[in-house]
């Protein structure tokens, strides 16, 4: 799927189900709760549980940004994440999917 903005991200949502993408959707929570808004958006098979503390202290290292994850399907085949940094994305991919 590649990389969208956060438009493109908006609009898959609301395709899915409108108004999933919406501002005042529980799809933006990750933006609530750091205050911080990603810019753009990838879909990976998600980063399991016992692999997260993990992520988290590589990415902390690693990445100038933040990265946060927006959602993980019901069949846990692909999550999508969010980043505040464009640069972060090709080697998170690298190292995560």
Same mark, same amino acid.
């Given at each position: 799927m590649g990389v969208l903005n956060r438009q493109q991200f908006r609009e898959l949502w609301n395709n899915?189900? &409108? @108004?999933?993408g919406d501002w005042d959707s529980p799809l933006w929570d990750a933006d609530y709760s750091t205050g911080k808004k990603s810019r753009y958006f990838v /879909? %990976?098979? &998600? %980063?399991? +549980?016992?692999?997260?503390?993990?992520?988290?202290v590589w990415a902390n290292k690693y990445? /100038? @940004?933040?990265i946060l994850c927006y +959602?993980?399907?019901d069949t846990n085949e692909i999550s999508w994440y969010g980043f505040s940094h464009r640069a972060d994305i090709p080697l998170f991919l690298l190292k995560w999917s």
């Open positions: 899915y189900k &409108p @108004g999933l /879909a %990976i098979k &998600p %980063i399991r +549980s016992n692999d997260y503390y993990e992520f988290r990445c /100038a @940004g933040q +959602s993980v399907d």
